[in-house]
């Protein structure tokens, strides 16, 4: 059984910083991007950031660029993102997903794999 169990949410004050994991198992993900996906309270799901499997090749949403940095480890089946300079508009739900094939910034219907989420609440 597939799962993505995502890690590290909670609640910072604005300006900032959190780490949020996610570890993937239950098969191989050789040749699968990994994705974040966030939605605030009373919006869609929207496409945070992508990383692809062997390149590493990242991809980003362009409201986080430069405030939030993506990374996997391979060899542990985890992806691991990086928030700085946090702002209350990050607040929200983070899910982690993945998707076999280059990463792009795809709407969440494509994915194969979902996590079920971590909170992230930015306090003004």
């Known amino acids: 059984q597939v799962q993505l169990v995502e890690s590290g949410g909670g609640l910072v004050q604005a300006g900032g910083s959190l780490r949020l994991s996610c570890a993937a198992s239950g098969r191989t993900f050789i040749g699968y991007a990994m994705y974040w996906f966030r939605q605030a309270p009373g919006k869609e799901r929207e496409f945070v950031a992508a990383v692809n499997w062997g390149s590493g090749i990242v991809l980003y949403e362009d409201s986080v660029k430069g405030r939030f940095t993506i990374s996997r480890d391979n060899a542990k089946n985890m992806v691991n993102r990086q928030m700085n300079s946090l702002k209350p508009e990050d607040t929200a739900v983070y899910f982690c997903?993945?998707?076999?094939?280059?990463?792009?910034?795809?709407?969440?219907?494509?994915?194969?794999?979902w996590g079920k989420g971590t909170l992230v609440t930015v306090s003004s």
């Open positions: 997903a993945s998707r076999l094939g280059a990463a792009r910034p795809l709407s969440p219907p494509n994915m194969d794999y």
